[in-house]
């Protein structure tokens, strides 16, 4: 069936009825990604300790595997800042200093990466990965940003970078503020002042792209590093990468392996963001597996190609829709246009103030402070703020890596919290007589029968809240007025774990000898096969389950008439 030709078609390969002049919009959409894909390429590339080239090849790899294997149409799969600087802080220790072993294990962490996200998505694990909260991934990526932020200070400033967190290292800047490179500071900075004011004035247009034009238009007529003494880009490689397999060392990987699980929750945990992001502007779905297998394919790639970790930039991303992209042939238009990059245009980079490339980064990682959202998670969810909080001051205090342990612990700790409260409500018939049983805390015109108290369970029953539970219960029966029977409803539960079922078995046999009736409220099959597995109803009996509350608070109110135990 063909497919009508109007603004809202997004084409994708091989659809039917689909015509040349349907692609315009991914075309120019693509071009204008290409201008800002590629300065941020060349700025990230330098913020991974690679040559600046690495950022291309990134793109190379990445945008024409996510064309083929990709779901969203409109996912940009590059570099990101937060996985560049990432990357820097693993291999640079490792290193020791020798640009061809950093090269080497770069290429192996980003292989391992995209085996990962292979794996997992093969093993369709993609919304098993989110471990990291909203608040706290919220608050890793703004402490990343201020990380980032901090380290590309000297390169405005003409200065060296200091050592250490990063306090320690605005606290080098502020000590030798004094001794500053003018005429990088004023070329950074111009740079900066203009990168802000083509994305309020002119969104369309490549800022990136002409902010570095003109840095390399004043570096060359003021003669920044021949006469001024500012750092410039003096040798950047032409020509298209070679495909090359990284070295497999057994001893490498092993010490590459923690930092690659590490890295790979980060860049899904951004990418599955951006792409759930343009999902909801555009109505469509994400399939999260499908996006590890791309984002998996893209990594192998870019390993391959001497290229950094592909991940789905959220800012690109926005680029892209806002340019107009339907689809992903969009990125497909980019790669193109990167290519000829790649073999033509290099060797016009050179003479580039490293000082724009520090503001080009730094213009960057700006949209990934979100401390208005971390204002709002105050105003919200205290609690929700503090880990937010804990994320953020980690990776500026500790450092990133031990930063991203802070995180997932905390993410972890606070899963662990809220999966282990146990929240009992009691359950009442309105006053009106209808048939709905509702909570009376909620419902204050709601009333229990008198000797029969109905509880449900706000949450899933497992081991971590099991015995929390049965104290809740015990209480719940003794607070006056005593009940004589009890109805169970575990709507959240759709099986019983084993130490559940033994608890509730345990719990069975206390009331019974108390002399309260148990029952159980329309328990899922699984649940209700476990509690006959696990020999509950053998206890209380199989005609203790009831459909519903109102048959169940009948039965035992009939029955605790007739003085049934």
Not at 105 to 114: D, E, K, M, P, S
């Amino acid at each position: 069936m063909g497919t009508a030709d109007t603004p809202s078609d997004r084409p994708v390969p091989g659809e039917a009825g689909f015509r040349a002049r349907a692609l315009w919009p991914d075309i120019l959409a693509g071009l204008t990604l290409w201008g800002v894909l590629v300065p941020e390429g060349l700025a990230y590339a330098g913020l991974a300790g690679l040559p600046l080239t690495a950022g291309l090849y990134t793109l190379v790899a990445s945008l024409p595997v996510y064309f083929l294997l990709g779901g969203s149409p409109v996912l940009v799969c590059a570099a990101t800042s937060a996985e560049s600087i990432m990357l820097a802080a693993v291999i640079a220790p490792l290193a020791g200093g020798d640009p061809a072993r950093y090269a080497a294990l770069t290429a192996l962490l980003v292989l391992l990466v995209g085996l990962l996200f292979l794996a997992a998505g093969l093993l369709r694990l993609g919304r098993m990965t989110s471990f990291l909260s909203k608040p706290v991934m919220t608050g890793f990526v703004c402490g990343l940003a201020v990380s980032i932020a901090a380290g590309q200070f000297p390169k405005l400033l003409g200065l060296p970078r200091g050592h250490g967190d990063t306090i320690a290292q605005v606290a080098h800047l502020a000590a030798h503020l004094g001794q500053c490179n003018r005429a990088a500071l004023a070329v950074g900075l111009a740079g900066l002042a203009l990168l802000f004011a083509f994305a309020r004035i002119a969104p369309r247009l490549p800022a990136g792209l002409c902010v570095m034009a003109l840095g390399i238009a004043a570096s060359r007529f003021f003669e920044l590093r021949a006469r001024h003494g500012a750092a410039t880009v003096e040798a950047v490689v032409a020509g298209l990468p070679s495909l090359a397999l990284p070295a497999l060392a057994p001893a490498d990987m092993a010490a590459l392996a923690p930092a690659a699980a590490g890295l790979a929750l980060v860049a899904f945990s951004q990418a599955l963001g951006a792409a759930e992001s343009a999902a909801r502007r555009l109505g469509s779905h994400v399939d999260a597996d499908r996006e590890l297998r791309a984002l998996g394919a893209a990594n192998l790639g870019s390993s391959m190609l001497g290229g950094l970790l592909a991940g789905g930039s959220l800012s690109s991303t926005a680029v892209n829709v806002a340019a107009g992209a339907r689809s992903r042939f969009a990125g497909l238009t980019t790669a193109v246009m990167v290519v000829p990059t790649l073999c033509y245009l290099t060797p016009v980079f050179r003479g580039l103030p490293e000082a724009v490339l520090g503001a080009v980064v730094v213009h960057a990682v700006a949209k990934l402070m979100k401390f208005g959202e971390l204002g709002r998670y105050f105003r919200v969810n205290r609690n929700e703020w503090y880990l937010a909080l804990v994320a953020l001051l980690g990776v500026v205090v500790l450092g990133i890596l031990p930063g991203l342990v802070l995180a997932v612990s905390a993410s972890l700790l606070r899963l662990v919290v809220y999966a282990s409260g146990i929240e009992l409500s009691v359950l009442g018939r309105l006053s009106d007589g209808g048939p709905d049983w509702v909570a009376t805390a909620q419902h204050p015109g709601a009333e229990e029968v008198p000797g029969v108290r109905v509880l449900r369970l706000e949450g899933e029953l497992f081991f971590a809240n099991a015995e929390r539970f049965r104290a809740a219960v015990l209480e719940g029966c003794a607070r006056p007025p005593r009940a004589r029977a009890l109805a169970i409803q575990l709507r959240a539960n759709r099986k019983l774990c084993i130490t559940s079922t033994d608890m509730l078995r345990d719990l069975a046999g206390a009331l019974r000898q108390a002399g309260v009736l148990l029952a159980f409220i329309d328990p899922a099959p699984g649940t209700l096969a476990m509690l006959r597995a696990g020999g509950v109803t053998a206890i209380i009996g199989e005609e203790r389950i009831y459909p519903d509350a109102a048959q169940a608070v009948a039965a035992l109110s009939a029955a605790c008439a007739g003085g049934a135990a």
